[in-house]
């Protein structure tokens, strides 16, 4: 039997015997924050002879261990003995000891002083947060993926106790304007799973292209995957690229991404967009339209489309029989039932759904909208499964069960909490990674914005007009990658990150914001980023330059940098700032002839790039 209080006090001994003001060991930063951390004197060392005692025999759990042995095996060239015993009974004075503690879900404890790291852990999730937090307690080097020479694996002494804010720590991609392989998205993944970001948010059908294979209607991925060609720059550009664009996951592939997925503690919730966003399908099999139109094909361009799902019987038979197989491959208890954007011009032009909402007493197109929906409800909740769905499905009445995505700012969130229905807040363009997060004259096209790194992090996602017993249907918050204009995994990665940082911080942590602290310790977490290859976007580094309207004739210039301990200087003349520019500290008037140029500096050294403005 496993003597816990043994430990426990040990471990206390020892923290209380080194807890004074930590010198030479570097600070923790850890990413999301955890909820308590504090750091004491001394390190504890991680050798190729550190024992990991275990109180388990579960394969699950020993999976989940062995991703510290994964990680050291890949950066450090050993791995560590598990042993699945009682150390007290191996005499054993130092090592790893991972012990089972109730307390609340996904939580877990870090006592770690020179002689023993302790976890304590309360499921399996927990297990893996403690060794995501012991990795970002580790040398960034750990992160590496070859072997580091002349590195000390030291862990600093520190007491951590961390759960998570909310349960629904969710990343979204859409894989439909863009496609992406299954190699990217495992490592989209392991850098969610890395934050503490358990929900991935799988956005499988469009307008543009179905994604997903369904095998009753082979012709969904065998023609439905196909744009005949995309739109290049701006979706009104009206120029077009003349390529066949395609992509599709066998459901093979899904099946390995929902094992990989649950590996890593990240459920996935596949989203099969209803009624509208359905063009691909509708190219497909154009009697699940309205049949107002010869042909149908599947977009070129970005944008809503008038061609939607009928509610006609056929429509009912064919999505039931998808959603069969979407239950059959994804375990999650959540179902994204998209219904977003549909346009109810078809619905009015069609005899047979004016003859429906005739037949079924509903008022307008709208509430027409809410009864397909909640029709689908009730089929998916036949099979034990929930729905969510994007704002829009408040319109005309919420099915009774279902959920609530909102992203139209928070009044959809709201309403539904006040309604008792359960929320993830992912609102546009607060937690929108589509928007730019730097000056949109220097950046690629982006969906809009910008939408700065400052304000994602500061976004609170409990809207403070709900009362205490509403703000407990806030579930929790997700981060939207729409990919009109990313049609690569390396622009992916620019605009999702380091922001995905601030919204997995404000899932995860009960710490509080502290936005000085964020950006200290986000610094040292970009070194991990590089580490792991994710290709963020670095304005960090940069200063932003923001001209705010002061008189009909004048502006004034207001200048931030995000990195902490930095100083801008500015020149007005048009010359590339240096250290000794004028240093910027307060807002300053400007005038038509002027450009502001600006970089951030730190120690006399420019840190970033150089950003201009003219009026
Ligand atoms: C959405 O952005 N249409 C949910
Ligand atoms: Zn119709």
């Known amino acids: 039997m496993i003597r816990r209080l043994a430990y426990i006090l040990a471990t206390l001994v020892l923290i209380a015997s080194c807890a004074s003001s930590p010198k030479e060991t570097p600070q923790i930063s850890i990413v999301p ?73 996904e939580a877990y404890n870090l006592q770690v002083s020179p ?85 991935f948010h799988w956005h499988l059908t469009e307008d543009q292209g179905w994604r997903l294979e369904i095998k009753k209607y082979p012709l969904l991925t065998e023609k439905g995957q196909w744009r005949k060609e995309t739109v290049i720059g701006s979706l009104y550009s009206g120029i077009y690229d003349g390529k066949p664009y395609g992509g599709y996951y066998s459901q093979e592939e899904v099946r390995e991404l929902v094992r990989y997925a649950a590996e890593r503690y990240v459920t996935i919730i596949p989203e099969i967009e209803l009624p509208g966003h359905a063009l691909a399908a ?43 197989e979407v239950i059959e491959l994804f375990p999650s208890e959540l179902i994204h039932i998209g219904g977003d954007e549909c346009p109810k011009a078809s619905w009015k032009q069609c005899p047979h ?28 909740n036949s099979k034990g499964r929930q729905i969510i769905g994007w704002d829009e499905i408040l ?30 807040m992912s609102p546009y363009p607060k937690y929108y990674l589509d928007y730019w997060q730097a000056d949109p004259e220097s950046e690629p096209l982006a969906m809009g914005g910008p939408t700065l790194l400052r304000t994602m992090y500061e976004y609170n996602p409990v809207p403070e007009v709900l009362t205490p017993e509403e703000r407990k249907y806030i579930i929790g918050v997700e981060g939207c990658v729409w990919t009109e204009y990313m049609p690569t995994p390396a622009r992916v990665e620019y605009m999702a990150w380091p922001r995905m940082c601030a919204i997995a911080e404000a899932g995860w942590s009960t710490a509080g914001k502290d936005w000085d602290g964020f950006t200290r310790r986000l610094e040292k977490h970009l070194g991990r ?10 304005a960090f580094y940069d200063p932003y330059i923001d001209l705010r309207k002061d008189t009909e004739y004048s502006k004034v210039a207001v200048i931030s940098v995000d990195a902490p301990d930095a100083e801008i200087r500015y020149t007005l003349d048009g010359s590339e700032p240096t250290a000794q520019s004028a240093l910027y500290t307060i807002p300053f008037a400007i005038n038509r002839q002027q450009t502001i140029k600006a970089a951030a500096f730190r120690d006399g050294k420019k840190i970033g790039t150089t950003k201009y403005k003219n009026f």
Not at 353 to 380: H, N, P, T, V
Not at 409 to 414: A, D, F, Q, S
Request: charged content about 25%.
């Open 33 to 105: 924050q955890p909820g308590f951390c504090q750091q004491t004197e001394g390190v504890f060392t991680i050798d190729r002879k550190t024992p990991v005692f275990v109180d388990f025999t579960d394969s699950t759990l020993l999976r989940t261990v062995a991703f510290l042995n994964e990680r050291l095996q890949k950066a450090a060239g050993f791995t560590l003995d598990v042993i699945q015993d009682d150390p007290l009974d191996h005499g054993a004075e130092k090592g790893i000891f991972i012990l089972n503690a109730g307390w609340k879900k």
């Open 115 to 199: 002689n023993r790291l302790l976890i304590e852990y309360v499921d399996g999730a927990g297990l893996f947060y403690a060794i995501q937090t012991i990795f970002q307690l580790l040398p960034d080097a750990i992160f590496a993926d070859s072997r580091q020479k002349g590195v000390r694996w030291d862990v600093p002494c520190c007491s951590i106790e961390d759960a998570p804010a909310f349960p629904y720590r969710g990343m979204h991609l859409d894989c439909c304007l863009h496609f992406f392989s299954m190699d990217f998205l495992k490592k989209y993944i392991d850098i969610m799973a890395m934050h503490k970001v358990n929900r």
């Open 282 to 324: 509708i190219a497909c099999y154009p009697e699940l339209s309205c049949g107002l139109e010869d042909h149908y094909e599947t977009a070129t361009k970005w944008g809503i489309f008038k061609q939607v799902y009928c509610p006609k019987e056929t429509t009912f038979k064919f999505l039931e029989d998808v959603f069969d």
């Open 353 to 380: 759904c004016q003859a429906l909402i005739k037949r079924e007493g509903l008022k307008d197109e709208f509430e027409l909208q809410s009864w397909f929906i909640q029709r689908m409800e009730r089929y998916i």
């Open 395 to 424: 319109q005309g009445g919420l099915a009774p069960n279902a959920k609530v995505m909102s992203w139209l700012g928070e009044e959809g969130g709201i309403r539904a909490a006040q309604q008792h229905h359960e929320v993830v």
């Open 529 to 538: 980023l590089d580490r792991l290859d994710v290709g963020y976007c670095k």
